[in-house]
């Protein structure tokens, strides 16, 4: 037998992966994959893009390029951010990102911050490099400051993990005074943030808020002073199969991160980079106003399912944007309980939802130590109304029936 390194056992499986598989039957509704809706991507623009970048650049669009990525690209990004280009570095999706930064700023057994609950897709980036993640209380305003404050006066940590707006899975957002307070806290106990940001731009409700780089930018004394990393992506809001992200940092950090780059792919395909920049300026601000008002429009059509069609004891998250809703069954009860005393595990309802023909993800494997078994994650992104409709009443039905038996 081929021995295995140390680090490949540490990885860990995607359940939704997995979960993934059973649920894409062409007869199921599927509120379980975090999929932009494909009807809404740019094609037309994006063919035309790609046709102009051939015939104009075409040598230059298939060479091999540099490892911090297309610098008109960098330099856009840089602009909105209020960094500059040589303080961001071109990742293959944010998910590289996760990778790379875990790479660049954690030693084995150094503890890592989360939500609870929070992006499974990070912790199986961060695992192999031997990240101990201790969960933060969270409610339905995001991570609890003061449980932050008090975790990091028992035990120090490297780094915070959050997703503060539109959280995945959650839809959660954390309001201004708990994202200064963040700040304040990280700061003065000397961890990282590490802030996922791909969502930020889908807000269909509500006030912008800034970022967690942008707060700390204002108050650091430079730019290589930020103790923020930032991972923004175009996956959400352009087409995910271009895989084309980026990460904010200090310039000591965007160093290492080169290398790290350098060795994991050289880097990022030079044509998607070219095309996400011929887009962002005049396709980019339409296809958001697009995306806000659908994704907007179907979160209200699955809320007011939801209110006509689920257990009454059940508690589903409102967001302001993004593409989840999160429902705990039975809230106000620490393990909800059928009739029969038997707690509602939505792991294994799933085979009876999709036996149904609905599919959703259980909320289980998004909790680093596994609590959760409750809850469940819906997208409300890529199906009709009459899916959604069809879709919840469906849902509302066998969780009613689990509670009954
Ligand atoms: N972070 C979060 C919070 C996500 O939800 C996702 C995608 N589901 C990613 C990172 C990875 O996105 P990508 O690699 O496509 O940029």
Request: hydrophobic content about 40%; proline content about 6%.
């Amino acid at each position: 037998m081929i021995p295995l390194s140390s680090a490949s056992r540490r990885m860990t499986s995607s359940a939704i992966r997995e979960i993934l598989k059973v649920t894409q039957q062409p007869h199921v509704i599927s509120f379980a994959g975090g999929l932009p809706a494909p009807e809404l991507f740019p094609l037309q623009e994006i063919q035309a893009a790609t046709d102009s970048i051939l015939s104009t650049q075409g040598r230059e669009a298939l060479q091999y390029s540099t490892t911090e990525g297309h610098l008109p690209l960098r330099e856009w990004i840089a602009d909105r951010a209020g960094t500059t280009a040589d303080r961001v570095q071109i990742t293959s999706g944010s998910q590289q990102g996760l990778d790379l930064v875990s790479r660049v700023l954690l030693d084995p057994g150094d503890v890592v911050l989360v939500e609870q609950p929070t992006y499974l897709g990070a912790l199986q980036a961060m695992s192999p490099y031997g990240a101990q993640f201790v969960e933060i209380a969270s409610d339905a305003d995001g991570i609890i400051p003061e449980a932050l404050a008090e975790q990091l006066e028992r035990t120090p940590a490297t780094l915070l993990y959050t997703i503060p707006s539109f959280q995945n899975p959650t839809g959660r957002t954390l309001p201004l005074e708990r994202r200064r307070a963040l700040l304040e806290v990280t700061r003065r106990h000397g961890v990282t943030v590490l802030e996922d940001g791909p969502y930020n731009e889908l807000r269909f409700r509500g006030e912008h808020l800034p970022t967690l780089f942008e707060l700390a930018r204002e108050q650091a004394d430079s730019l290589d002073d930020v103790h923020v990393v930032h991972l923004g992506s175009f996956s959400k809001v352009l087409a995910p199969g271009l895989r084309d992200a980026w990460v904010q940092a200090p310039r000591h950090v965007i160093d290492r991160l080169v290398l790290a780059k350098q060795g994991a792919d050289l880097h990022s395909p030079t044509l998607n980079q070219m095309i996400v920049h011929a887009l962002v300026e005049d396709v980019l601000p339409q296809q958001l106003e697009r995306l806000r008002e659908t994704y907007g429009h179907r979160a209200g059509v699955m809320a007011s399912a939801l209110r006509r069609h689920f257990p009454a004891d059940a508690q589903a998250s409102e967001p302001d944007g993004g593409m989840f809703c999160w429902i705990e069954l039975g809230s106000g009860a620490e393990e909800p309980r059928t009739t029969a005393g038997r707690a509602i595990d939505t792991g294994a309802l799933l085979d009876t939802a999709v036996r149904a023909g609905v599919a959703y993800v259980p909320g289980q494997p998004f909790f680093a130590h596994g609590d959760g078994r409750s809850t469940l994650r819906l997208s409300f992104t890529s199906s009709t109304d009459e899916q959604i409709e069809t879709g919840i009443r469906t849902l509302g039905e066998v969780f009613a029936a689990a509670g009954d038996d």
